[in-house]
């Protein structure tokens, strides 16, 4: 994934607690998916996404503050 992609798609799940649109999910990633295999990749990248929220951000309280504050 583009890293300045993935670092806007973590803010908009953490900041709206939704995962982003599926197309912008597709177009941050470096190698674009098949349409068959788009089902699969968007549930991996999703579920990735919400296990780095609830990991680095929610499960720590001072990370929390460090990442709220880095994203301002």
């Known amino acids: 994934m583009n890293s300045l992609a993935l670092e806007t798609r973590l803010h908009t799940y953490s900041f709206?607690?939704?995962l982003p649109r599926d197309q912008k999910i597709i177009d941050a990633l470096n190698q674009k998916p098949r349409?068959?295999?788009?089902?699969?990749v968007l549930a991996r990248v999703g579920e990735r996404i919400k296990q780095f929220i609830e990991t680095f951000v929610d499960g720590m309280g001072v990370c929390k503050l460090v990442y709220q504050r880095y994203l301002q």
């Open 16 to 18: 709206a607690n939704r």
């Open 35 to 40: 349409i068959l295999e788009r089902k699969g």
